[in-house]
């Protein structure tokens, strides 16, 4: 195996690692196992638990913003409806990644070790995303002027927190575009008299 597929194939093992045992939890060990490989393969590739912590939240929060906000900057749809999607995509995403989205939930609880501050650049960005789309909506008319963009950026990435819940106890997908439609076009459209 190349170095390259060997580093793209322990990433996979470290995500899948942290997703299962937790961000506290996971050692060079238990990288080494579900990879089949040798421990000093482990720590070749991550001389350190820390490092291999950067390279699993790196790609998470990578997946999270190239592969789920950004192709919906330009979509060609009104803001409420590529905002919409971008909550969908991520939706979706518990089923197709569901790594990714487990490790980015305990992420965005964590508090200790260095953890919270690295969540918070993630954030930043998020928001920083969002509120582009919220941009683009208020130029086009389509997001209600009274908005405070950063707050509402902050309401919008705060909703993927309540699309894992209402998925992980059981909400359909047909319940999630319900509620995420219901919210995002009782909160972000303009009013008839606003418009």
Request: aromatic share 8%; with cysteine; charged share 20%.
């Given at each position: 195996?190349?170095?390259?597929?060997?580093?793209?194939?322990?990433?996979?093992?470290?995500?899948r690692t942290f997703a299962h045992k937790g961000?506290?939890?996971?050692?060079?060990?238990?990288?080494?196992?579900?990879?089949?490989?040798?421990?000093?393969?482990?720590?070749?590739?991550?001389?350190?638990?820390?490092?291999?912590?950067?390279?699993?939240?790196?790609?998470?929060?990578?997946?999270?913003?190239?592969?789920?906000?950004?192709?919906?900057?330009?979509?060609?749809?009104?803001?409420?409806?590529?905002?919409?999607?971008?909550?969908?995509?991520?939706?979706?995403?518990?089923?197709?990644?569901?790594?990714?989205?487990?490790?980015?939930?305990?992420?965005?609880?964590?508090?200790?070790?260095?953890?919270?501050?690295?969540?918070?650049?993630?954030?930043?960005?998020?928001?920083d995303g969002i509120g582009r789309l919220l941009?683009?909506?208020?130029?086009?008319?389509?997001?209600?002027?009274?908005?405070?963009?950063?707050?509402?950026?902050?309401?919008?990435?705060?909703?993927?927190?309540?699309?894992?819940?209402?998925?992980?106890?059981?909400?359909?997908?047909?319940?999630?575009?319900?509620?995420?439609?219901?919210?995002?076009?009782?909160?972000?459209?303009?009013r008839p008299e606003q418009a």
């Amino acid at each position: 195996m190349s170095p390259a597929a060997r580093r793209e194939q322990l990433l996979d093992c470290a995500l899948r690692t942290f997703a299962h045992k937790g961000l506290g939890e996971t050692r060079h060990t238990d990288l080494a196992q579900l990879a089949g490989v040798a421990l000093p393969t482990a720590f070749h590739y991550y001389p350190t638990r820390a490092d291999m912590t950067d390279a699993v939240l790196d790609e998470v929060s990578r997946f999270l913003i190239d592969d789920i906000v950004v192709p919906h900057f330009n979509s060609g749809v009104p803001a409420p409806q590529a905002i919409e999607r971008v909550l969908m995509t991520f939706c979706d995403a518990i089923d197709t990644h569901p790594d990714h989205v487990r490790v980015w939930l305990e992420w965005s609880v964590a508090l200790r070790d260095g953890l919270w501050e690295r969540y918070l650049v993630f954030y930043r960005k998020a928001l920083d995303g969002i509120g582009r789309l919220l941009a683009r909506g208020a130029a086009e008319g389509s997001i209600a002027p009274h908005l405070n963009r950063d707050d509402a950026a902050r309401v919008i990435v705060g909703l993927a927190h309540m699309i894992v819940q209402m998925r992980l106890s059981g909400s359909s997908r047909e319940q999630v575009v319900q509620t995420v439609h219901s919210l995002v076009q009782g909160y972000l459209q303009p009013r008839p008299e606003q418009a």
